[in-house]
């Protein structure tokens, strides 16, 4: 078992040449077939301005064209980085309709895993990046890898960090992360145990049932019952950092259904403060 079929979103950020570096030679590393997405941003210019007499050209047109343009270089960026690398099998697209987070759930059926960048908060557009990354995050079928805005991850995945909490997004993460968690060296599942305060002792019955459950597949792993002193997403960063974790698997959460739906605080938490790369699935 392995991600036969990878979705690549070629976003337009600082960090995304290297980011797609990474991502390419991971495929390579898994003999992964790769999907390039390029998409165009969002325009700024208000669309009421309409086009102007007298052999003048509508602001919105040239904003348009200008995107079209970058996403079409962004896409051939890419496959000048595939060809460079010998990838046995990718193709590029540039889609010039749908707004990206809708291009890439459109699309996202027909992969394995996609792949997206962690929002760099010092960028400009940040809050747009995050908005795709929240879309694609708690709409998409299939299980999102994110990259982190800083540091290379150019062989990640040797330790990987399980947060189990029983619940349907943390059994859809660590069975879409099988391939993973196969490839790696040490695999750690913990389990944060928010009522060890008041019971004064710290159960560790949740966590042996996804262990045994991992060794039933071939996967031996460690388990970890901790009280956490801090919030949740906190806790799991902290205890990804003192197991040495370049790999983190978790299930997310979201409320909102009616509204915009929104991210759950320890995936807000993680989404915005990793360190390493996160395989989420909802």
């Known amino acids: 078992m392995t991600y036969p079929t990878i979705l690549m979103f070629l976003d337009d950020d600082a960090r995304a040449d290297v980011r797609n570096q990474q991502a390419a030679k991971f495929a390579q590393r898994l003999g992964s077939h790769v999907d390039g997405l390029s998409c165009h941003r969002p325009v700024t210019t208000g669309a009421g301005l309409g086009v102007a007499m007298g052999g003048f050209v509508d602001p919105l047109t040239v904003e348009l064209e200008a995107a079209r343009r970058e996403a079409v270089a962004r896409e051939q960026r890419f496959r000048g980085l595939c060809d460079r690398l010998e990838l046995s099998s990718f193709q590029t697209e540039v889609d010039e309709i749908e707004d990206a987070d809708r291009a890439i759930i459109k699309r996202a059926g027909l992969h394995d895993l996609l792949i997206l960048g962690q929002p760099d908060p010092s960028e400009d557009g ?14 998409s079928p299939r299980p999102t890898l994110l990259l982190p805005y800083a540091g290379r991850f150019d062989d990640f995945g040797k330790t990987a960090l399980v947060a189990w909490d029983g619940g349907h997004g943390a059994a859809r993460a660590v069975a879409d992360a099988l391939p993973l968690l196969r490839r790696a060296q040490t695999v750690h599942v913990v389990v944060f145990d928010t009522q060890a305060a008041s019971s004064g002792s710290i159960d560790q019955s949740p966590v042996q049932g996804v262990v045994q459950w991992l060794e039933r597949h071939g996967i031996r792993a460690g388990g970890h019952v901790r009280y956490p002193t801090s919030d949740i997403g906190n806790a799991l960063l902290s205890h990804a950092a003192d197991v040495g974790a370049d790999l983190l698997v978790m299930g997310c959460w979201g409320h909102g259904r009616l509204a915009e739906r929104l991210l759950g605080g320890a995936t807000r938490t993680v989404m915005e403060s990793m360190t390493v790369p996160v395989l989420m699935s909802h």
């Open 126 to 139: 940040a809050s747009r990046r995050r908005e795709v990354v929240d879309g694609v995050v708690l709409r």
